[in-house]
């Protein structure tokens, strides 16, 4: 007597020795499920036994994909993501009237055959031979999970789904075997779970856990009799029997079920006829995927933990591979997002403006000495209904990271430059002429060796904020009052690459990835950064000198099976980007900023605060970065576009003639980290004496006026101070520096002159002779 196995059917070896004796039967069979009767069936007779014998040995079954959870720092949902909707759960934790009812319904024998059943099959070819297509399959749950195996295994990739579901000879020949296998190999009860687990059951849902869910609220193990019967009719046809689009077609499939499992002996007749007339009593609920769905406003930060996966080699050495990984998920990542820094910056961000103005902003908060993102949010949400003011351009990042190319940061770049300065041996007592009008100095080294140079013929002329502000002038006050022709007679002194060099090592790039282009103008914040950018930079100020690369994932956990294992991350690295001292002196000249200088309102009372304000000029952008000993925060406010300039403008309800850093970014930036510090330490910073500047005027520190940093934020950058040529020539271009105008002691100065029409369209030549204009904002 053939050997049976538990469950029934015969073992693997019996059932292909069966196979391959009636293979002339078999090819006829299986071209009579697949395709019509006539035609097919001599070149399948004489194919079928090579085929079979070529097909491998061993499938492997795929990891399910599941949805993935991504956590705050405290372990708290941020959002769910899943390229499909899935719970796998173990049999157990089905109800058995779910169990009784897909067999019923899909695979009625399927206790009592093995891998095909063939009194199926030639019930299938007879009835398509008289029909003369394909009217019915005949296909057992074990090949209909063979044949998941394989729609799983092909993902999104359209083609390779199209050749998992093609109605092929040979698709079912593989199917046959594999299914062989995996009857030898799992046993009815797995061969049942996984199916449960992985087949589709509409509306997004993948398994059985997820189609509870999706149409009752409830779990699988929960479901009655009427509810696994509606499941199990859907199987057949998705759309066909969605109870959620057609209740009634819904009703009847789930009523053909019931009687099913009563014709089987699963219920009663009297149970069956009980459950007919209940109404189906749907409570769906929404797919909630993606970080759409994210809580606190965090659904720029989720977007940038999943660029982060699908960028970071760490995650695989292919896009492929790292895609792959997104797309299987069950993953559990645990971020570094503090929830009452995010709570603190989106309250912020709502209160100051609104999503319906015409300008946006973006802020960001980092941790110093460990590069962790505790928050990032912007005023407009996440998400693609441009009616409803959302965007899924994240407007903190750079743009291989989701964002856009970035904008000009202005006199916030000017900390840099006292760094580099000061790192190079400049005392913070270093004066300078500081005229109110000047040409740019030429030539200025730059860091191939070769200098910079001017266009004698038209040389370039920048003011100061207004005649009345002329020097000498120390780092001090010029810090303080943002002076133009100071910083570009400090970069022009210690040249152009000690600036790019420490900029590099405080990670400062450019948004669009460009290189931060060898000029003067930089010294005026003229290169497109990102609000993480210049938050993480100012962080190695508060660090002592340390940068730390931003990281935004702790730790990732992936379902593999029934067991958990841990994933590699990426690491923030620190390295020490200048000495101790030089930190300390910057944060000591930007503590003044704050105290009494542009960023007045950005103050944080009692608690030690330092930072820059930013206007780039005609108002495109307005900034202010700042730190304290253990946060570091920007805030960026602009129009995207870079077509609304701010003035005349109303912003969060409040009208403004005009728009500087102090004056809205310093508020956002106030309220956010105050939120964020709450109930937290409140160090000091290590402070170094910088004597009040004697300038010969009587001039001093009670005379240092406050004004918005905007004295050469942006300025216009043209020809010779962006493509600048090397030593010995000349350039073709010119360049008008940022000037602004104001009473001194004035808190909001005002530019005073004009983009040319096609600067802001960030058109760029870069072309040997020299012409350019500065970049594209945006």
Known sequence: MPKKRSGGGLSATQQAAKFLGVSVLAGAVMAGIALPAAGALGLAAKGSVKSFDEIPASLKSPQLSQRTTILDARGQKVATVYSRDRTVVDLKDISPYMQKAIVAIEDSRFYKHGAVDLKGVLRALNKNAQSGGVAQGASTLTQQLVKNYFIEEAGDDPTKVAEATQQTLGRKIRELKYAIQIEDKLGKKKILENYLNITFFGEQAYGVEAAAQRYFSKHAKDLNVQEAALLAGIVQSPSRYDPVNDEAEATK??????????????????????????????????????????VKGAGFFCDYVRQVVLT??????????????????????????????????????KQHVYKSDSVATAATIVEPGTGKILAMGQSRPYGVNTKNHETSINLSVNQDMGGGAGYQPGSTFKPIVAAAAIEGGKPATQQYSSPYEMTYPSPVAKCDGKFWRDDPRKPTKLTNENESEHGPYGMKEATAKSVNTYYVQLISDIGICPVTDLAKKMGVARADGRKIQQAPSIALGTQEMSPLTMASAYAAFASRGMYCTPIAIESITQKAGREQKSLEVPKSTCSRAMSETTADTVSTLLKGVVEDGTGQEAGLGSRPSAGKTGTTDERF????????????GAVWVGDPQHKRKMINISIGGVPHDKVFGGEVPGPIWRDMMSGALEGRPAPDFNLVDIPDEDNGDGRGKGD????????????????????????????????????TTGAIGGTFPTPTFSLPGNFIQGQSNGGGNGRGNGGRQG
């Open 253 to 294: 499939r789930r009523n053909v079920v019931l009687q099913r499992m009563a014709e089987l002996g699963d219920i009663s007749q009297q149970e069956a006829d009980e459950a007919k007339e209940k109404p189906l009593a749907l409570h769906p609920s929404r797919a909630k995927n993606g970080c759409i769905t994210a």
């Open 312 to 349: 970071d080699r760490t995650f695989g050495k292919t896009k492929e591979a790292r895609a792959k990984l997104w797309n299987q998920g069950g993953l559990t990542i645990r971020t570094t997002l503090d929830p009452q820094a995010q709570r603190s910056v989106q309250a912020s961000v």
């Open 621 to 632: 952008a307005a900034w202010f970065v700042g730190y304290t000993p253990n946060m570091a």
């Open 704 to 739: 240092r006026g406050a004004n918005d940093g905007n004295n050469g934020d942006t300025g216009q950058v043209i020809g010779g101070l962006i493509g600048g040529l090397t030593d010995g020539g000349t350039s073709d271009g010119a360049t008008t520096g940022d000037t």
